[in-house]
């Protein structure tokens, strides 16, 4: 007989990091949040300024200080707490999921998880050096644009703000998704290490789980033929092990 232990999982977190997840997402919001704020107090300093290829360039500069100083500085040490904590959970509760199977799973930190952890976080690096090369580059293209339609600062600002600003749920996206990630990673490295070649699909099973997950809830697959998880960003889900017992 083959079994899982869905039956054990708390169907609403079954990851158990969901207010991991609440308070990284905050942290993030945050920083963008500030910056949205700084970015509108120098659009302010700027108003009265004629907008010129010369004005671009030093708006530009202060813009790229200013993005480094609120957003990619704090982000990458938000990352470098979110992705340790994220994988040591994940490793933590794939010992805690094994051990009624009678495996005593190691769960102290490697000098291979140490690499996989390095991997996690420039994975997530680039990611976030993705939105803030978009931030700047949409602020060029909006301020060269205006040059060349004879436009002032005033008139071009809150259209150039709100294309800047970076909202609430592309902050939850992000963090989430990358939390399930290193989550994932964690678990899988443990299922290789000790064996595990088939799992059972899990989702939250609320009204918030998508069509692409929902009907996967239950199935058992191969490891090897399993769908990706995180599935999608923003994905909740997770495989548990199955294991073969006389």
């Not at 805690?96 to 996989?116: H, R, S, W």
């Not at 040059?147 to 592309?170: C, D, P, W, Y």
Request: aromatic share 8%; with cysteine; glycine share 6%.
């Amino acid at each position: 007989m083959r079994r899982s232990l869905a039956e054990a999982v708390n169907p609403i977190d079954p990851t158990r990091m969901r207010t991991g997840k609440t308070k990284y997402i905050k942290q993030f919001s945050k920083l963008f949040f500030r910056f949205n704020i700084k970015f509108a107090d120098l659009f302010k300093r700027y108003s009265k300024t004629e907008l010129t290829s010369d004005m671009v360039e030093s708006f530009n500069e202060r813009t790229l200080v200013l993005i480094d100083g609120e957003i990619s500085v704090p982000g990458n040490e938000i990352i470098d707490d979110y992705v340790s904590i994220s994988y040591r959970a994940g490793k933590t509760r794939t010992g805690q999921l094994l051990k009624p199977f009678g495996i005593e799973a190691a769960v102290g930190p490697t000098p291979a998880d140490e690499d996989v952890l390095e991997i996690l976080k420039q994975r997530n690096y680039t990611a976030l050096k993705g939105i803030t090369d978009d931030m700047s580059k949409t602020i060029n293209r909006e301020l060269t644009d205006g040059v060349l339609k004879g436009e002032s600062m005033s008139e071009m600002s809150k259209r150039l703000r709100a294309q800047v600003g970076f909202s609430k749920n592309r902050a939850e996206t992000f963090v989430s998704t990358e939390i399930m990630y290193a989550y994932s990673t964690a678990a899988d490295i443990q299922y290789d290490r000790y064996g595990v070649v088939e799992i059972d699909w899990f989702t939250a099973q609320d009204e918030r789980v998508c069509p692409r997950c929902g009907p996967l809830h239950g199935k058992r697959f191969k490891r090897k033929d399993a769908p990706p998880c995180p599935l999608h960003p923003r994905c909740r889900c997770t495989k548990l092990p199955v294991i073969g017992v006389s």
